[in-house]
T-cell receptor, first 114, second 113 residues
Framework: GESVGLHLPTLSVQEGDNSIINCAYSNSASDYFIWYKQESGKGPQFIIDIRSNMDKRQGQRVTVLLNKTVKHLSLQIAATQPGDSAVYFCAERGSGAGSYQLTFGKGTKLSVIP | NAGVTQTPKFQVLKTGQSMTLQCAQDMNHNSMYWYRQDPGMGLRLIYYSASEGTTDKGEVPNGYNVSRLNKREFSLRLESAAPSQTSVYFC????????????FGPGTRLTVT
């Protein structure tokens, strides 16, 4: 889930297990959502996105689920690997005016235990 | 194809000094963005440029100015640095107005003493 204050929530997962990272978004008018992965010392890297007219989208080893009723987004990573260790951010894009802007969550740190 | 590049990678400034962070993209993208990232926080938008010749304020523009020099380059200027501007700065670009996926550079780590 999203963090409060300066401490990121951390998810520790055994290598090979599935990971689920959650995100609560704020704007019910947001029409697009995106997950980014950020490794230490690097810029965010796109993982997967989903539009508001969908409730599920799958990529390679990743699935994003969108529940608009409760404004909740989740990222599922199958067969988690050590290279998946990173901070994961969700972001939402509002529709209409200001729609160039992505609003980012505070992130969740995923640690994979070998 | 280098994507989004940023210079410098690291910088230390004294309070009151000025500097410009440079960003360039080679993907022929129309829109470019500057974010800052503070420990334990998500990225916050400082300024963006929806297309060449336009710039707009984001969530945290105070203390910064930007210039969209041409389609490739978007610079961020700190006129009088303050310790509160110690942060990691990321530049990003996206294909067009209203386009969705943003591509990020590697970041500039700035410390103001």
């Amino acid at each position: 889930g999203e963090s409060v204050g300066l401490h990121l929530p951390t998810l520790s997962v055994q290598e090979g297990d599935n990971s689920i990272i959650n995100c609560a978004y704020s704007n019910s008018a947001s029409d697009y959502f995106i997950w980014y992965k950020q490794e230490s010392g690097k810029g965010p890297q796109f993982i997967i996105d989903i539009r508001s007219n969908m409730d599920k989208r799958q990529g390679q080893r990743v699935t994003v689920l969108l529940n608009k009723t409760v404004k909740h987004l989740s990222l599922q990573i199958a067969a988690t690997q050590p290279g998946d260790s990173a901070v994961y951010f969700c972001a939402e894009r509002g529709s209409g005016a200001g729609s160039y802007q992505l609003t980012f969550g505070k992130g969740t740190k995923l640690s994979v235990i070998p | 194809n280098a994507g989004v590049t940023q210079t410098p990678k690291f910088q230390v400034l004294k309070t009151g000094q000025s500097m410009t962070l440079q960003c360039a993209q080679d993907m022929n993208h129309n829109s470019m963005y500057w974010y800052r990232q503070d420990p334990g926080m998500g990225l916050r938008l400082i300024y963006y440029s929806a297309s060449e010749g336009t710039t707009d304020k984001g969530e945290v523009p105070n203390g910064y100015n930007v210039s969209r020099l041409n389609k490739r380059e978007f610079s961020l200027r700190l006129e009088s640095a303050a310790p509160s501007q110690t942060s990691v700065y990321f530049c990003a670009s996206s294909e067009g107005q209203g386009a969705y996926e943003q591509y990020f550079g590697p970041g500039t780590r700035l410390t103001v003493t």
